[in-house]
């Protein structure tokens, strides 16, 4: 029988979200039910609810989420009920042209539930990023539903599912970050200072935390960024050349989500340096950039969907490195809430009070 929940939803461009009560239906084949213990509030719930992601309102926010899995459809194989999962946007199909070409990190046709949760009318529900967590339960592919070490406490564990993995892999697998680079990050949310964090374990040499808030500087170099810079106060290129020896960086990534700052990571680079994407601009954005610029200066710039990652392969290893004590996940949780206070951690995000509010279900 379908299960009446409440979940966060997104009703109108601009609006604050609601909690309303959700329709999940039973999982029908090759889809699961997940009890949601967790979930991080990231900057893309944020994006979804200013309508600039897209316009199919309303949606169910939340996508950053561990729990148990609760129920299985037919032909199920990979989870089973209780399983501990972190939930995941991406779940190569095995089908799709980047995925015969063995480049399922890209997966063109990545799988989502086939059936649609609805508000109690009927109304349906378009899930954040085909997750949609900020529920008791939610609806998924059972390929989006991973496996991980219970040993991880959901409110750490859930934020492998995209903001920590997402900077994580935009440092690692996009950016390609290895030992005696320099780096510099632009934007030092959870994004960002998991991509700092990243650079400093693959052995980056520096590791240049750009920011317009001192506050979030502060907390990057607890996750080891060896240098800061305000970029309010200061020229952030002119900065990150001066601690790189007037070169510039070897990997610059940008995660804001902004043209202004896509600017500065493109002119810090030194050259044939690499600029990474992870930042999600909104539609109206536009670049212009002197062409001979783009040519000159080569290297290469690179959008990270999802920092390039592998669920399946990632999230394990992230997990492990948590419970080894060498990936500090914890230092992520800025503050714990309930499914009520969604709308107050989307201000907490903007005034910079957080890196991650976490709903607990
Ligand atoms: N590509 C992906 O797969 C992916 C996944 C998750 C999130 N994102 C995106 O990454 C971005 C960051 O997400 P987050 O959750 O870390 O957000 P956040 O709000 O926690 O952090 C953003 C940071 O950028 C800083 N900032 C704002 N304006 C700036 C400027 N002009 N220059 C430098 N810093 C500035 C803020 O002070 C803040 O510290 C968002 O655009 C989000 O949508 C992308
Ligand atoms: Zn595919
Ligand atoms: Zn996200």
Request: net charge negative; proline share 6%; aromatic share 8%.
């Amino acid at each position: 029988m379908a299960s009446e929940v409440r979940g966060v939803v997104a009703t109108a461009k601009g609006a604050p979200v609601t909690v309303e009560t959700v329709i999940v239906p039973d999982p029908g084949p090759g889809e699961v039910v997940v009890k949601v213990q967790a979930c991080g509030v990231c900057h893309t719930d944020l994006h979804y609810r200013e309508g600039a992601i897209n316009d199919d309102f309303p949606f169910l926010l939340g996508h950053e989420a561990a729990g148990r899995v609760d129920t299985v459809g037919p032909d199920v194989t990979n989870v089973a009920p209780g399983d501990y999962v972190v939930l995941a946007w991406r779940a190569p199909c095995g089908r799709c042209r980047s995925c015969r070409r063995g480049r399922s990190w890209y997966c063109f046709d990545s799988a989502n539930a086939t059936q649609t949760m609805t508000l109690a009318d009927g109304t349906p529900l378009s899930p954040a990023l085909g997750i949609g967590a900020f529920v008791e339960k939610t609806l998924v592919a059972a390929g989006q539903a991973v496996k991980v070490d219970p040993a991880a406490r959901p409110e750490a564990a859930g934020l492998i599912g995209c903001g920590v993995m997402a900077g994580f892999g935009a440092a690692l697998n996009t950016g390609g970050v290895s030992r005696g680079d320099t780096v510099a990050v632009f934007g030092c949310g959870g994004v960002g200072d998991a991509a700092i964090a990243a650079s400093a374990m693959a052995g980056a040499r520096i590791v240049i935390a750009v920011d317009v808030d001192d506050r979030k500087l502060q907390w990057a170099r607890d996750f080891g960024a060896t240098d800061t810079v305000n970029s309010r106060e200061t020229d952030p290129v002119e900065a990150v050349k001066a601690l790189t020896g007037g070169f510039g960086v070897d990997v610059a990534i940008e995660a804001v989500g902004r043209p202004e700052v896509f600017l500065q990571a493109f002119y810090a680079r030194d050259l044939a340096g690499t600029l990474v994407q992870v930042g999600v601009p909104s539609p109206t954005m536009t670049l212009e950039v002197p062409m001979i610029e783009f040519f000159g200066r080569g290297g290469a710039l690179r959008p990270s969907w999802y920092g390039d990652c592998l669920p399946t392969r990632d999230f394990p290893i992230l997990i492990d490195l948590y419970l080894s004590g060498r990936f500090d996940l914890d230092r992520f949780v800025s503050a714990t809430i309930d499914i009520d206070h969604v709308e107050d951690a989307f201000a907490a995000m903007q005034r910079g009070d957080v890196l991650r509010s976490v709903v607990v279900l």
